[in-house]
Nanobody, 115 residues
Framework: QVQLVESGGGLVQAGGSLRLSCVASGGIFSLSTMGWYRQAPGKQRELVANIRGAAYTNYADSVKGRFTISRDNAKKTVYLQMNSLKPEDTAVYYC?????????WGQGTQVTVSS
Protein backbone atom coordinates (compact mmCIF):
# COMPACT_ATOMS: atom_id res chain seq x y z
CA GLN A 1 0.00 0.00 0.00
CA VAL A 2 2.88 2.35 0.80
CA GLN A 3 6.31 2.72 -0.77
CA LEU A 4 9.10 3.99 1.46
CA VAL A 5 12.52 5.39 0.58
CA GLU A 6 15.09 6.12 3.28
CA SER A 7 18.07 8.44 3.05
CA GLY A 8 20.56 10.23 5.28
CA GLY A 9 22.71 7.39 6.50
CA GLY A 10 26.46 7.58 6.48
CA LEU A 11 29.67 7.40 8.44
CA VAL A 12 30.01 9.54 11.54
CA GLN A 13 32.33 9.60 14.52
CA ALA A 14 31.13 8.87 18.02
CA GLY A 15 29.32 11.83 19.51
CA GLY A 16 28.24 13.10 16.12
CA SER A 17 24.80 13.45 14.60
CA LEU A 18 22.85 12.23 11.60
CA ARG A 19 19.36 12.91 10.35
CA LEU A 20 17.51 10.16 8.54
CA SER A 21 14.58 10.81 6.24
CA CYS A 22 11.92 8.50 4.88
CA VAL A 23 9.60 9.62 2.11
CA ALA A 24 6.34 7.74 1.66
CA SER A 25 4.12 7.45 -1.37
CA GLY A 26 0.66 5.96 -1.53
CA GLY A 27 -1.65 5.26 1.35
CA ILE A 28 -2.92 7.72 3.91
CA PHE A 29 0.32 8.82 5.53
CA SER A 30 -1.23 10.86 8.31
CA LEU A 31 -3.13 7.84 9.64
CA SER A 32 -0.11 5.55 9.62
CA THR A 33 2.14 4.66 12.48
CA MET A 34 5.64 5.40 11.23
CA GLY A 35 8.67 3.79 12.74
CA TRP A 36 12.40 3.46 12.51
CA TYR A 37 13.98 0.07 13.07
CA ARG A 38 17.57 -1.01 12.89
CA GLN A 39 19.45 -4.21 12.33
CA ALA A 40 23.03 -4.48 13.51
CA PRO A 41 25.41 -7.15 12.24
CA GLY A 42 24.58 -10.50 13.78
CA LYS A 43 21.42 -9.21 15.42
CA GLN A 44 17.72 -9.16 14.63
CA ARG A 45 15.84 -6.06 13.63
CA GLU A 46 14.75 -3.95 16.57
CA LEU A 47 12.48 -0.97 17.08
CA VAL A 48 14.29 2.34 17.49
CA ALA A 49 11.35 4.74 17.57
CA ASN A 50 7.87 5.18 16.20
CA ILE A 51 5.27 7.90 15.98
CA ARG A 52 1.50 7.69 15.79
CA GLY A 53 -0.55 10.68 14.80
CA ALA A 54 1.08 14.03 15.23
CA ALA A 55 3.10 13.47 18.35
CA TYR A 56 2.56 10.13 20.06
CA THR A 57 6.10 8.79 20.17
CA ASN A 58 7.84 5.74 21.52
CA TYR A 59 11.58 5.12 21.86
CA ALA A 60 13.82 2.24 22.67
CA ASP A 61 15.49 2.75 26.03
CA SER A 62 18.88 2.64 24.36
CA VAL A 63 18.17 5.75 22.27
CA LYS A 64 15.86 7.71 24.54
CA GLY A 65 17.16 11.22 25.03
CA ARG A 66 19.47 10.97 22.04
CA PHE A 67 17.14 10.28 19.10
CA THR A 68 14.03 12.17 18.05
CA ILE A 69 11.38 10.96 15.63
CA SER A 70 9.11 13.42 13.85
CA ARG A 71 6.86 13.58 10.82
CA ASP A 72 5.75 16.07 8.22
CA ASN A 73 2.41 14.93 6.84
CA ALA A 74 2.40 17.51 4.06
CA LYS A 75 5.70 16.12 2.77
CA LYS A 76 4.78 12.53 3.68
CA THR A 77 8.12 12.24 5.41
CA VAL A 78 9.25 10.84 8.72
CA TYR A 79 12.58 11.85 10.24
CA LEU A 80 14.94 10.43 12.79
CA GLN A 81 17.33 12.92 14.32
CA MET A 82 20.19 11.02 15.91
CA ASN A 83 22.49 12.84 18.31
CA SER A 84 25.31 11.68 20.54
CA LEU A 85 25.82 8.66 18.36
CA LYS A 86 27.63 5.65 19.75
CA PRO A 87 29.42 2.82 17.97
CA GLU A 88 26.65 0.48 19.12
CA ASP A 89 24.22 2.52 17.02
CA THR A 90 25.89 1.12 13.92
CA ALA A 91 23.23 -0.68 11.89
CA VAL A 92 21.08 -0.58 8.81
CA TYR A 93 18.13 1.63 9.63
CA TYR A 94 14.75 0.81 8.11
CA CYS A 95 11.66 2.93 7.78
CA UNK A 96 8.35 1.24 8.58
CA UNK A 97 4.76 2.19 7.87
CA UNK A 98 1.92 0.45 9.66
CA UNK A 99 -1.64 1.12 8.56
CA UNK A 100 -4.22 -1.30 9.83
CA UNK A 101 -2.99 -4.74 8.89
CA UNK A 102 -0.63 -3.43 6.22
CA UNK A 103 3.04 -3.43 7.19
CA UNK A 104 5.46 -1.76 4.77
CA TRP A 105 9.24 -1.42 4.82
CA GLY A 106 11.83 0.68 3.09
CA GLN A 107 15.09 -0.60 1.66
CA GLY A 108 17.21 0.63 4.55
CA THR A 109 20.04 3.11 4.95
CA GLN A 110 23.34 2.29 6.61
CA VAL A 111 24.58 4.17 9.66
CA THR A 112 28.14 3.56 10.79
CA VAL A 113 29.52 5.16 13.93
CA SER A 114 33.26 5.01 14.43
CA SER A 115 34.99 5.22 17.78
Amino acid sequence: QVQLVESGGGLVQAGGSLRLSCVASGGIFSLSTMGWYRQAPGKQRELVANIRGAAYTNYADSVKGRFTISRDNAKKTVYLQMNSLKPEDTAVYYCNCLLGSFDNWGQGTQVTVSS
